[in-house]
């Protein structure tokens, strides 16, 4: 930069955080590259030193979109670009996303370590992005998805809340119990499911849920129904 004002040579200065993406190099970004290893490596995935420090991530395609602007814009020429978002990322909450996409019951486990990690980092201003017409486009779960996948790892896309959740967000709104069934794609469970809904206008202490929760699972009882008819329609003719 200094030789650019000095001698009015063409250049941009580009500084880049950690970046990340498909088949890339697992020991050259930080703590997730580390949590990437253990992922494909079907380990628990451990967390060295300080939970809490944070680190910014930058995925390939964010990157080169970012740097090819810089260096094709006639505009950007002799200054300092910083591609980063708005957000740096705790390595504890980048451990539990990377739980959530495991193929298989994985843990978070935390280690001390002698390895010096870099400190959070203070970022230089970003106001000239705007001029840029740059900002990343890829979430850091695209991000991660897509880098695992390129590995051959199956990514877990479907996380649910478990049922206590369920039932105490239940709670706090009916302030009634609700007891929430064990659903499956059995015939048999659907069939006592529906039952159940069908009955539902029973006031004993044995119904499934209260007044106010009959008519919603009527309906999805009903709607069950109607797609088992159609299953036992088509196997009459197979």
């Keep these: 930069w200094e030789h650019s004002r000095r001698f009015g040579t063409n250049v941009r200065v580009v500084r880049i955080p950690f970046v990340y993406g498909p088949e890339m190099n ?33 995925y390939i395609k964010d ?13 950007t020429k002799g200054n300092t670009y910083t591609l980063v978002g708005e957000d740096s990322h705790k390595v504890l909450t980048t451990a539990f996303l990377l739980r959530t996409l495991a193929d298989r019951r994985t843990e978070v486990l935390f280690k001390d370590s002698a390895k010096e990690y870099l400190k959070d980092i203070k970022i230089l201003s970003q106001h000239n992005l705007v001029d840029l017409g740059w900002w ?53 469970l659907i069939s006592d499911f529906i039952n159940e ?7 004993s202490s044995k119904s499934f849920y209260d007044n106010k929760q009959i008519g919603l699972f009527k309906k999805i009882g009903l709607f069950f129904k109607s797609i088992l008819n159609k299953v036992q329609n088509l196997n009459r003719f197979s």
């Design 197 to 203: 809904s069908s009955d539902s206008k029973s006031t």
């Design 136 to 188: 990343p486009e890829f979430s850091i779960k695209e991000g991660i998805i897509s880098t695992l996948e390129s590995y051959g790892y199956h990514v877990n896309e479907n996380t649910f809340k478990p049922k206590e959740l369920i039932i105490e967000k239940a709670k706090r709104k009916t302030g009634s119990i609700i007891n929430v069934p064990e659903f499956s794609t059995s015939t048999g």
């Design 26 to 58: 697992l020991d050259a970004c930080g703590s997730l590259g580390e949590m990437l290893r253990d992922l494909l490596h079907r380990r628990d995935i451990t967390i060295y030193g300080d939970e809490n420090r944070k680190e910014h991530y930058l």
């Design 63 to 75: 990157a080169i979109s970012g740097i090819v602007k810089a260096l094709f814009n006639p505009n």
